[in-house]
């Protein structure tokens, strides 16, 4: 069967939580959709405001005080927020591309240094114990006197299963990051299981369908294509062809389903989780929304990414690609509301 683009986009919408705010809890929402990207501090918050029906700051943030809800290095070797007892099998299987990124960006830096002795030295200092970045650089710098300290605390980062206590994580708090073994923090073992089929069936239902690349995309894992060719999955293709696979019993979104205007934050996995980027926007703005490491705030209207937005200091900024419809300024000063600025200046920009 042929899914049209615009079935695709729908399907995500609905799966994502996007097609109307949901009567779900943030620990529910968080669970749906798997890891919600937290590589900037207020992003989690804003993704859980657009999809929620009755979100607030102190939601989150409570999850995060009572370890419900844990952030740290996860999907693409990125900061995530997800659930704590869906972390402690998550993130051995991402450990392959922490461990990637780490020899791509410090493999240099540290050649001579034994990464085993590294990973087993970082866990004795932080055995009941937070410590940030800096403090935990400087420690491991004393074994080794002779490496780039940058390269040693980042090492130990993608080495061992951490995560990063509040307030860090907290709307508006950022700072030194710090750090303390996951283990520890949640209070249960890492699963000593790789179950990548379950992230596979965890990631459709939050994404699908969606081709082994796009899987690939979004988990930073490589060589997926025959673990889903052995699963009982529904098949599909695309509009070019491609090979889509889904749960058996997950529904499709008719293409004709009304879309509401949403704001996404940066680094949202809804623009992130697919190889294939055109079931939600055009090529010529992809590379306008993501440029280098960096994946901008976009302004959806019906389905579509059709502008980006900043909150500043000076206010809220909207760069659209085309004309925009009043809805759009309706949804910003709800935004603002939430953001505690009501009364923050809306600019349209070229």
């Not at 000593?192 to 990631?203: A, F, G, K, S």
């Not at 796009?214 to 490589?222: F, R, V, Y």
């Not at 760069?319 to 600019?347: C, K, Q, S, T, Y």
Request: glycine share 6%; with cysteine; net charge negative.
């Amino acid at each position: 069967m042929k899914l049209t683009r615009r079935t695709l986009n729908r399907t995500a919408l609905d799966r994502q939580l996007l097609l109307r705010r949901a009567q779900l809890s943030p620990i529910e929402a968080i669970r749906r959709l798997v890891a919600v990207q937290g590589q900037e501090i207020d992003a989690p918050y804003f993704g859980l405001w657009t999809r929620l029906a009755s979100f607030t700051q102190d939601d989150l943030s409570s999850l995060l005080y009572g370890r419900h809800v844990v952030r740290g290095s996860l999907l693409r070797g990125t900061q995530h927020l997800t659930a704590a007892d869906d972390y402690l099998w998550l993130r051995p299987i991402t450990q392959i591309c922490l461990t990637r990124s780490r020899q791509a960006a410090f493999g240099k830096a540290t050649n001579g240094v034994d990464l085993d002795e590294l990973a087993a030295l970082a866990r004795e200092h932080l055995a009941g114990r937070t410590l940030t970045r800096p403090q935990l650089r400087d420690l491991l710098a004393a074994r080794w006197p002779e490496v780039e300290p940058l390269a040693l605390g980042w090492s130990a980062q993608a080495l061992l299963p951490l995560v990063h206590t509040p307030p860090n994580g907290i709307w508006g708090n950022g700072g030194a990051t710090p750090f303390t073994l996951a283990e520890e923090w949640i209070g249960a073992p890492l699963s000593t299981e790789l179950d990548v089929e379950t992230m596979i069936e965890r990631y459709l239902a939050a994404f699908g369908p969606a081709s082994a690349k796009d899987i690939q995309m979004w988990s930073g894992l490589t060589r997926l294509r025959e673990v889903v060719e052995r699963m009982p999955l529904r098949r599909y293709t695309d509009e070019a062809g491609r090979d889509l696979y889904d749960l058996p019993d997950a529904e499709l979104t008719p293409e004709d389903t009304p879309a509401p205007v949403r704001f996404l934050p940066y680094f949202d996995n809804l623009v992130l989780a697919y190889d294939d980027r055109t079931r939600m926007m055009a090529d010529e703005h992809r590379k306008q929304v993501c440029v280098g490491a960096v994946t901008n705030p976009v302004v959806l209207v019906d389905g579509y990414v059709a502008g980006m937005w900043w909150l500043t200091g000076a206010g809220l900024e909207i760069r659209p690609f085309r004309e925009l419809p009043g809805e759009v300024m309706e949804e910003a000063h709800r935004m603002l509301a939430f953001a505690g600025r009501p009364d923050a200046e809306i600019r349209i920009t070229a």
